[in-house]
DNA sequence: TTCTCCATGTAATTCGTTACATGATTGT
DNA sequence: ACAATCATGTAACGAATTACATGGAGAA
């Protein structure tokens, strides 16, 4: 249930039609929750549905138009009730890590390639995120917000370091020079 | 695509039923690829359907019987394929970040409690898997199958690590003490 | 006999993915 | 006029979750 809050905390962040949503949820928030234009536009015709949200209104409403929506106190409160509620975290679940188990039964041919393949896109990613910490959080930012966002940027970073560096002790444990 | 393969990486290890399956996925490759009771039936299914696995012959087949599974030829041929072949990383995809993302714009009331509580699931995760450690991973192990083993419960002992810290660390960036 | 496990399933729903369809706008 | 692109959707399928159903075996 958490596509449904990923798009009003967008929405609230700023009103918006559904390409936009799709296209902020390509970075930002949809660097730790992704969606396809497909779920969003399923998700906001549900939230309208609800009364959550509700459609500006459009001089010619039609198809192939552009339709933006902001978020209604119903969907406010829902978003507040959702973000405090207790969830339990989620299992880990990585097919990397599962082929490396099979591995050790029918042998490591042919792994070897995208465990690199894999670290460089770490490393990629690692580069990206840095690169959005230095532009967006110079130090010195004080106020809440941007503590919070802060903090979960530093996940995305320390997530990718970690990747980044379990992969390069990996291969070498291997005996996989690392190229 | 990546339950299937758990399961017939699980039944080389050893020939099982699928309630003992369940068991297994409750810890062991559970820890990197969880699956539910009704999950697992309904791929063994498929399995045996699309020739992969066979049930062992039993004296008598019925309902509420014990069936233990094997993997054939095919199966193994398969999962070999299913490792060497290359997969992207899935993107993330967290609530929790999600939520504090959300607490940027609704506010923080009620989420300091659950941060403290995943801490505290992450701190009992990360001992149980140095438990294992200790015990299955005696130091001087070479076989590239314990390697192997190895590696990834390095990984999951390494991410429990990333998220305790990471917890402590917010807390501490959010004014609020670790009790 | 009834209760409790063990063991194997079915059914319904939701969520995510892939492929396709349709209208509106802008540039050449 | 045509093509490319913007924008909003539909349809079909597969995977995961939740709840429920059925049968057998042993213990009180």
């Known amino acids: 249930m ?8 967008a929405l609230l962040e700023k009103p918006s039609s559904g390409l936009e949503l799709t296209r902020r949820f390509d970075k930002s928030i949809g660097y730790f929750w992704s969606a396809t234009h497909q779920q969003i536009y399923r998700e906001l015709g549900r939230l309208e549905r609800e009364g959550y949200i509700r459609a500006l209104p459009a001089p010619t409403p039609a198809r192939g138009q552009k339709k933006e929506y902001e978020v209604l106190p119903e969907g406010r409160a829902e978003l507040a009730r959702w973000t405090a509620a207790s969830q339990d975290p989620k299992p880990l679940r990585d097919p990397l890590l599962l ?9 490591t041919d042919g792994i070897e390639a995208d465990l690199r393949r894999h670290l460089d896109l770490h490393r990629r990613q690692l580069a990206e995120y840095e690169e959005i910490e230095k532009r967006d959080f110079p130090p010195g ?13 530093r996940a995305g970073i320390d997530l990718e370091t970690f990747w980044a560096r379990w992969l390069e002790q990996s291969l070498e444990e291997l005996g996989l020079d690392l190229s």
């Open 99 to 107: 082929r490396l188990r099979a591995a050790a039964v029918v042998g």
């Open 141 to 153: 930012l004080d106020s809440v917000e941007d503590r919070l966002q802060h903090v979960v940027l």
């Open 2 to 9: 958490s596509l449904p809050h990923a798009i009003l905390t």
